[in-house]
């Protein structure tokens, strides 16, 4: 079966963004807003530490059949990491304006400051704002909801200035990237799996109300499966614009949502603020990300970091995800085959037992170089 533009049905669309959030749905969280869940992140960092399948599931089911999106107040637990990481993009785009034309999907170039690939850069701009900010609880908790374990972080910073006019309504990464008649050409149950591939987040990197333009989101769009077909049809654009919510932030609130869900950044009608969020795009270990990253760069910048700075072991264990490359495959298997299990050692592994046992940072290197030899075609 495959889907058609022509054949989606609004009226099937309006039916299932209709529905409203019940609050037995999503027990532990602290209230409802226009049907988007929001959780204290103090509130949830406990459930996760006192029964973590529980906080899992309930997130998971928000992704999957619920709204779609929730939201985190304080997923950072104070904001001078939030203002660190700031001041190193802020450092970054100064650089960058000089030397890179920048472009934003579905909004007017021109409109904003965006930095792609801000994982590799700000780890490499400044390690150990890097190892704080990603050291986070809660992007690991929300990214192991829904995609479980061995994911991948990219990031990308967006500033929307006073005056930055509104994206157009879209789904995300993979099949939101494609043209409608190239998308068209997936059978319908790759539309079905596709969200299922990457999680979207964004982290408020300053006070965001409603003038600034956070967000617009239309909750349980993403349930409706020909969606990737529909996103550009006047019809339900219009829809969505009628219908769709828009929720204030704050500094060091996240919030996190199934790509599918319909949803454009909003227009910045403030003459004073710039809008700053990290734009977080996960992806699944059984997905490609949208960036090419130096993973293997980043785990030697990062090592001598780790060690030193007396993180905790789920710290760690957040920062190793963030960072280290999580898959073992694509490989050589004639020079990389698995040994003592179905699949060789990934970088991940290999940087977990660097430290566990106290490598030092050129055996670590020596390591990971010929990780990166045995995984070369040739």
Not at 62 to 90: C, N
């Amino acid at each position: 079966m495959f889907y058609s533009e022509n054949e989606c049905k609004l009226s099937e669309f309006a039916q299932l963004t209709a529905r409203q959030t019940n609050s037995g749905d999503v027990p532990h969280a602290s209230s409802i807003s226009k049907n988007i869940p929001i959780y204290d992140g103090d509130c949830l960092r406990t459930l996760a530490l006192e029964n973590q399948t529980a906080a899992l599931n309930e997130l998971s089911n928000i992704l999957f059949e619920g709204a779609g999106v929730f939201v985190i107040s304080g997923a950072f637990k104070d904001t001078d990491t939030i203002d660190g990481a700031s001041a190193v993009f802020e450092q970054i785009i100064e650089q960058e304006r000089a030397t890179i034309s920048g472009g934003d999907h579905f909004a007017a170039k021109g409109a904003n400051d965006r930095i792609w690939n801000a994982l590799e850069k700000m780890c490499d701009v400044s390690p150990e704002v890097f190892a704080r900010y990603y050291a986070n609880d809660m992007i690991a908790l929300a990214s192991k909801a829904w995609l479980g374990p061995n994911y991948q972080v990219t990031s990308q910073v967006n500033v929307v200035r006073p005056g930055g006019q509104a994206q157009q309504v879209h789904r995300d990464y993979h099949l939101g990237f494609q043209t409608t008649d190239l998308a068209g050409q997936y059978p319908a149950h790759i539309h079905r799996l596709s969200p299922g591939l990457t999680l979207q987040g964004a982290v408020a990197h300053c006070d965001m109300p409603v003038e600034t333009g956070p967000t617009k989101l239309l909750p349980f769009s993403q349930l409706y499966d020909a969606g990737y077909m529909a996103w550009r049809r006047e019809d339900f654009v219009r829809h969505f614009e009628e219908n769709c919510v828009q929720l204030p932030l704050q500094k060091s609130d996240a919030v996190f949502f199934n790509p599918a869900l319909f949803h454009a950044a909003g227009t910045n009608v403030t003459t004073e603020t710039s809008r700053m969020a990290n734009l977080l795009q996960v992806s699944s270990a059984f997905g490609r990300a949208m960036e090419s990253i130096d993973r293997t760069k980043m785990c030697k910048t990062l090592y001598p970091v780790m060690t030193s700075l007396g993180l905790s072991q789920s710290e760690e264990d957040n920062l190793v995800a963030a960072t280290a490359e999580g898959y073992s495959f694509p490989t050589n298997l004639d020079r990389d085959p698995p040994v003592g299990g179905l699949a060789p050692k990934s970088q991940q592994q290999i940087l977990r037992t660097a430290l566990g046992e106290g490598w030092p940072l050129n055996e670590l290197s020596a390591e990971l170089d010929a990780l990166k030899k045995r995984q070369a075609s040739f």
